[in-house]
Structure formats: structure tokens, C-alpha cells
Nanobody, 115 residues
Framework: QVQLVESGGGSVQTGGSLRLSCAAS????????MSWYRQTPGKEREFVAG???????KYGDSVEGRFTISRDNVKNTVYLQMNSLNPEDTGVYYC?????????WGPGSRVTVSS
């Protein structure tokens, strides 16, 4: 069983930056994939970024070029560096781990971007 806890959310103005962290209680070394999703009121949860085992990274179209995902297997932590934020990036950001076919989610971290 792995528990995930996100941190680093908060309020920022348009054009600002935030870095989210997702700390895992157990090892993520064997995780097939570590991903970030976000959800805004009235919308389905949206894929933001993911890093597959190795260095294969993928990004949602709306964040490509602005967000960067990275993972530190020693610290069992995944990061999401978010730059050039805009109000459309507002939402609750969730971390997800896929380990041996099982999905684990964190409780989320809220990000608010004001114009």
C-alpha cells in the first residue's frame, strides 16, 4: 500500500509559478507511472502530466511547454513545476501512482490563479 500526499499548492497571479510535490509513503521505484491530474468544478478530471518508468514524459496539450514533471526515486517524490500560470490552470491537483497494476491517489492540492 502506498499513500500519496500533495503539497505546494496555493494562490498566485497570472504569469506566476508554483511547484507541487507528491510525497509517497513507500518506494515509487517500481511505479509504472507517476502522474498529475487536475479537476475544476463542472469538469472531468484532466490529465496534466505523467512520467513513465524511465524518462518517458507526457503532457496535456494545455500545459505543454509550461509545466515540467520530474521524479526523484531516492526521495520517493514527484514534482510538477508550473510556470506561466493562467486562470485556466485553477483547480485541485491530484497525484496518481500506478504500481503493479494498482492505482493510488493523493487527496489533492488546490491551485488558484487570479487575473
Amino acid at each position: 500500500q502506498v499513500q500519496l500526499v500533495e503539497s505546494g499548492g496555493g494562490s498566485v497571479q497570472t504569469g506566476g509559478s508554483l511547484r507541487l510535490s507528491c510525497a509517497a509513503s513507500g518506494s515509487i521505484y517500481s511505479a509504472t507511472a507517476m502522474s498529475w491530474y487536475r479537476q475544476t468544478p463542472g469538469k472531468e478530471r484532466e490529465f496534466v502530466a505523467g512520467v513513465i518508468s524511465g524518462a518517458n514524459k507526457k503532457y496535456g496539450d494545455s500545459v505543454e511547454g509550461r509545466f515540467t514533471i520530474s521524479r526523484d526515486n531516492v526521495k520517493n517524490t514527484v514534482y510538477l513545476q508550473m510556470n506561466s500560470l493562467n486562470p485556466e490552470d485553477t483547480g485541485v491537483y491530484y497525484c496518481k501512482a500506478v504500481i503493479r497494476g494498482h492505482e493510488f491517489w493523493g487527496p489533492g492540492s488546490r491551485v488558484t490563479v487570479s487575473s
